[in-house]
């Protein structure tokens, strides 16, 4: 047809690229999480996706640093931002003396890692994140109510069983530093975060591997073995005795936290403590959450986060404590697709085809903007000849509601409408169309 | 307070960041544009920012490849997109036996461009675009369409006073090439696009230079005067004595767009044809538009685009026509800000903050949950200890309504809500309060 060379089209691999029907489904995800964020009053944030390499990776270093796309172009060293919470930190720094504290914010915004891609791990992927930020201080109350805010975000999105899991990196600390180990804690809390992956066989062999006593990896065993409900678990951390003052300081937090969530809305089926997870070794200094899909426990976590003592500390002397959350949406959408708990249906956002009979389309383009000031989003179907092909552009677009307007529509300024559904028609008036839709 | 080396918290220039209030106001308009985009039908499309160079880099050329965010990573060449055509492009080559045709696209998203940032110029972007693709063909109705969806869009926006400017391709390749200045045609649109800026004889100096006998300038100039009301404009194109058979196209597609544009909904007010625009040399081919705020001329066209003949010739031999417009509006946002003709207004998302007035959160911590159910943003203040600064952090954060509980309403069972606006309060029942709000 022309001569143009051809430059085979693909999408590069570990970014994730949808067909219609599966991003409206993965819009009505995002759209939901951003509502339920919003009903706590979060204020939405977006910072830019390029950053100075300077400023984005103040902190970053190791496994990070290595998957940042970073480049320069003229005299600018830029990187790709690897997660909001640097650009959060940056923000705050930078506008301090604008914002109100605490500051609410949510950020629901594409994130690059350059990592090898795999199943369910993407380069470019959305985090949807927030955080209460304090100046200087921020109470406990927050670490209850961010519970709250997953437990609504997952309801609004359809799921009834899940289950947050809540720890204190202070009983952590507390306990191992009471045990002599302060210097092991991150590789025990790495070992243990494991622990139901690798059975307790395989981590009493690691802490052992590790020089750690006998009675010491006991007691680690028997410490992480603590069940019950959360408030079980609490009487059972009281009674080990450890006079240690972090620990009870993690004690005291966990269970304001407990204590604060019911009132909050969290059924006590959708919470517990679980004296394992720590979250990552460097960030968090007191609560952490996770969140597990209780039919679903491979995906791992859903939801995740923490409280942290210092959000900018890279860039200002301003103490400003934090707690957040982050739901990684790119792959929680691709599990729940692949294991079809989510099945698209709708592929097009109109609700109604509007189907011209006739040569006058002058009414099906007025009818189409009437019933569009009702806010229902409407197409003309002005691109086919015949109905036949027409009600076959809107059965391969799955939409719903066809209306058809002939001789006799104009004449008794009617429309026909289909319910493409079930099969049965109407012929209505036009301002009567909310009943049926 | 901690010795950590401080990097200077800052932004690159060209970056748009905004505060708060600011960026509240920023998605009431990107909202307001998707919203009217599926009024219409359009489908969500959401593709990576990153391409490979090769697959991005396929057409451009000059200004635009100097202007790429383009670098390796392992042993892949990837850019950063610098609009949202080359990407549907790639997308619709990709996936042409998955769509179904004409294949009617709405992308919202950042774009790239690294230049020199200046007032209203961004290196990251927000670019709001459809496009109806066609399969081989595309009726010229989908012509007609399109300045509906603009004229929505604007008037879902707030405006009143814009005038959307069409011209047709041909009708200007058809002129020049009768007057026998065809391979002039791209220096010649490019200087009478500048007549409003550099004015008449300015342009006939150019013109002259360019070896452009006496006869023909006067021609061009007479030709790009035309003037009048739409249907006007085209009687007077059909009373110039030109019989080459692309004028003559072209005045019949304008004629068939402006006869079906009023069916379509736009009013006479807001349309005009305009003989002077071209939008762009190597790309368009037929219909093209602009859009100007009438009030605001020096900001330029707010919403640009046109019908072309192939869309993905770089990819594919399948002939895919459409016809397409741009929103860009970060500039957009940027100027009416700067301009003052939008003042953000809210600080937060909460319509409600439940002040507790007393120690007991738990019927502050329900009540909340009680109107957010209701879908009203709600936020309870437990940070801060005194009703003053409780009142103090609603009005910095401008939320409207404030839901005070005390012994009282804990007893009745009720809230005490105050207007924050008017200064108004009344002692209501939770479940009324959608009446007050």
Not at 47 to 54: F, Q, R, V
Not at 324 to 334: F, N, Q, T
Not at 341 to 366: D, H, Q
């Amino acid at each position: 047809m022309n001569d143009i060379k051809k430059i085979k089209a693909r999408t590069l691999p570990g970014f994730m690229e949808l067909l219609p029907n599966e991003q409206i489904l993965f819009n009505k995800m995002y759209d939901s999480i951003r509502k339920s964020y919003e009903k706590f009053g979060f204020i939405p944030l977006d910072t830019p996706i390029l950053e100075a390499s300077e400023v984005l990776l103040a902190k970053a270093g190791g496994e990070t640093e290595k998957q940042i796309y970073r480049f320069t172009k003229g005299d600018t060293d830029m990187s790709m931002r690897f997660d909001l919470t640097v650009p959060l930190a940056k923000y705050v720094a930078m506008h301090y003396g604008e914002l109100t504290f605490p500051f609410r914010r949510y950020q629901m915004s594409k994130v690059y890692r350059g990592e090898r891609p795999q199943k369910g791990r993407y380069r470019e992927f959305y985090q949807c994140d927030i955080d209460i930020v304090g100046d200087a201080e921020l109470s406990i109350l927050n670490d209850a109510e961010i519970p709250a805010i997953i437990y609504t975000t997952f309801k609004d999105l359809g799921f009834d069983r899940f289950v947050i899991k809540l720890n204190n990196r202070k009983i952590l600390n507390g306990f191992f530093t009471e045990l002599g180990l302060s210097e092991n804690t991150p590789d025990i809390l790495r070992i243990i975060d494991k622990l139901d992956k690798i059975g307790e066989q395989a981590v009493v062999e690691y802490l052992g591997e590790m020089n750690i006593s006998n009675s010491n990896v006991e007691k680690i065993m028997s410490f992480i073995k603590i069940d019950g409900n959360a408030k079980d678990i609490i009487k059972k951390l009281r009674d080990i005795e450890i006079s240690n003052s972090e620990f009870m300081d993690g004690i005291n937090e966990i269970e304001q936290v407990v204590n604060n969530i019911i009132s909050f809305g969290v059924p006590e089926d959708n919470f517990t403590i679980d004296l394992k997870i720590a979250r990552g070794l460097d960030y968090y200094t007191g609560t952490v959450y996770e969140t597990m899909l209780t039919d679903y426990p491979s995906l791992g976590s859903v939801c995740s986060g923490g409280r942290y003592d210092n959000l900018a500390e890279y860039y200002t002397n301003k103490k400003l404590p934090g707690v957040g959350i982050s739901i990684g949406l790119s792959r929680l959408y691709s599990y729940l697709i692949s294991e079809k708990v989510i099945i698209p249906e709708e592929s097009t956002t109109a609700k109604v085809l509007v189907v011209p009979m006739t040569e006058n389309m002058n009414y099906a383009f007025k009818i189409a903007s009437e019933i569009r000031s009702k806010n229902i989003n409407t197409e003309v179907c002005y691109n086919r000849k015949t109905v036949k092909s027409m009600l076959n552009y809107a059965n391969k677009l799955k939409i719903p509601y066809v209306a058809f307007i002939g001789e006799d529509e104009i004449k008794n300024n009617t429309i026909t409408l289909k319910n493409m559904k079930v099969g049965s028609q109407e012929e209505i008036k036009v301002n009567e169309i909310e009943k049926y839709i």
